[in-house]
């Protein structure tokens, strides 16, 4: 198509669907054959050697001789990952930070590059890292930030990071889900089985601490096995949303690249009234790791005193969990209280925060990794009952006790929403875009086995509380 130099015979190089219209034409539409030929033709007689070398005399004998001003090189930095419509939580946060960035003048243009794995997505007008080192390259730009979480969603964002990974961001310090996913996504358990080995060998794990099966994700949480190494090793630098992600990273090498401890951000949104209902939502994907029996227990327990209380899971989970997930509900008879809502748009989200006594965001086996449900909720100043960072709740009767206030005491429930509101003023997507932009175009060089929390880029954050 560059050559024919028509633009009928030209395709969306990012649309699948668009390259296939464009082939299935070129091969039984007959007239728009006829058409190529005949452009194809005149293209030959007029791009001749002879003609090409005469016109390029002549342009070079021009008097004045024509120039080209002179033009300043704008830097260029690639966001890679999943974008919003991704089932990852990554993808919006990703959205959101690229927003964040573009409503500052700055001087570099953050430009996204989307992971479409497990997705039926089409990058539209965006880059797809799946042409990263095809169709474009690393040195196109002069930073590179890749943003991992534990997902399949990450797994072409994974392999595309190659010996020289650039920055290296770690929503969660494990990448597990990430080839554990993959190879149960794939159907084939030989094939998963034979890379999941490939990958223990190239992070020096001992064979005797592999798990008996291969696609146990809980087996490789126990061992403390992260598949992190290869990405470590070759990282320009790595950011994480906690200290304690940092030990992690640290723990797997000393001589560590230079690390940036950066909670995740909020944003702008509106703070909600106390709300007339006792509806605790929680929000964001569903799996085990979150104990949704545990606060299902609670919720049984605290129906019996009060009768208007509401438990809706906002967010998808997988049919097998749902269905347990069911028959358990079922067996409490908590059919009036307990609620799941699937997947949700942004529209259909906010509605249903709205309507939010409280947040719950629990986690089993946290390795660091913090919660962008919880910065949600923070955002608009509902209280939020969360063992992420803290002592973990496993027991149903413990975590009643602890949601029991803020259901019933409107003091309580004023005094939390406060603290939540101020938790979610403290660190904005704002002030999120700024620092990555200083720390990936630091006026000194980071040096490796460092680590840097956000308050040493921005000092000005130290008067917002927690951060210092």
Not at 3 to 8: E, L, S
Not at 328 to 340: I, P, Q, S
Not at 356 to 378: D, H, I, P, T
Not at 452 to 461: A, G, K
Request: proline share 5%.
């Amino acid at each position: 198509p560059e050559v024919i130099g028509d633009a009928r015979a030209t395709f969306d190089a990012n649309d699948v669907a668009d390259i296939t219209s464009v082939l299935r034409s070129g091969l039984e539409d007959e007239t728009f054959r006829s058409l190529l030929s005949e452009i194809a033709r005149k293209v030959s007689t007029r791009w001749t050697w002879d003609r090409v070398g005469r016109a390029v005399v002549v342009a070079l004998s021009e008097d004045p001789p024509l120039t080209a001003a002179r033009r300043s090189h704008r830097r260029r930095v690639a966001l890679v990952g999943p974008f919003a419509g991704s089932p990852s939580g990554i993808g919006a946060y990703n959205d959101r930070v690229l927003k964040a960035w573009n409503s500052s003048q700055r001087s570099a243009d953050l430009e996204p590059v989307i992971d479409l794995t497990a997705t039926d997505g089409t990058a539209g007008n965006r880059r797809n890292v799946a042409g990263l080192g095809r169709y474009f390259h690393k040195h196109d730009f002069d930073a590179m930030v890749n943003t991992l979480g534990s997902s399949e969603y990450h797994a072409a964002t994974l392999a595309s990071l190659g010996e020289n990974p650039g920055h290296v961001w770690l929503h969660e310090p494990t990448l597990v889900g990430c080839h554990v996913g993959i190879g149960h996504l794939s159907g084939q358990r030989d094939w998963a089985e034979s890379r999941l080995r490939e990958e223990l060998r190239r992070c020096g794990v001992p064979e005797s601490a592999w798990p008996t099966d291969p696609l146990d994700a809980d087996a490789y949480h126990r061992a403390n096995i992260t598949f992190l190494e290869p990405v470590i090793t070759g990282a320009e630098s790595v950011i994480v949303s906690s200290d304690e992600a940092a030990d992690v990273v640290k723990s797997i090498d000393p001589n560590h690249p230079p690390i940036l401890v950066m909670p995740l951000a909020t944003l702008h949104n509106e703070r909600v009234p106390m709300p007339a209902g006792r509806t605790i939502v929680s929000y964001g994907w569903l799996d085990e790791s979150k104990k949704p029996e545990v606060l299902i227990g609670a919720v049984a327990t605290l129906s019996g005193w009060m009768r208007d209380i509401r438990l809706v899971f906002a967010g998808g989970c997988s049919p097998e969990l749902r269905a347990r997930l069911d028959a358990v509900v079922t067996a409490r008879h908590l059919e009036e209280w307990v609620h799941f809502t699937g997947w949700l748009d942004a529209d259909q989200l906010n509605e249903t925060l709205l309507t939010a006594r409280v947040g719950v965001q629990l986690r089993r086996n946290a390795r660091g990794q913090r919660s962008g449900a919880v910065a949600e909720l923070n955002s608009r100043g509902i209280p939020v009952v969360s063992d992420i960072g803290a002592e973990e709740i496993t027991d149903a009767d413990f975590l009643s006790e602890v949601l029991r206030p803020l259901l019933t005491n409107d003091h309580d429930w004023q005094q939390a929403s406060d603290e939540s509101w101020r938790a979610g003023r403290e660190f904005l997507f704002e002030d999120l875009a700024d620092a990555l932009d200083r720390w990936v175009f630091p006026t000194r060089p980071h040096a490796r086995g460092t680590i840097t929390r956000v308050h040493d880029l921005m000092p000005e954050l130290r008067e917002r509380s927690s951060l210092s």
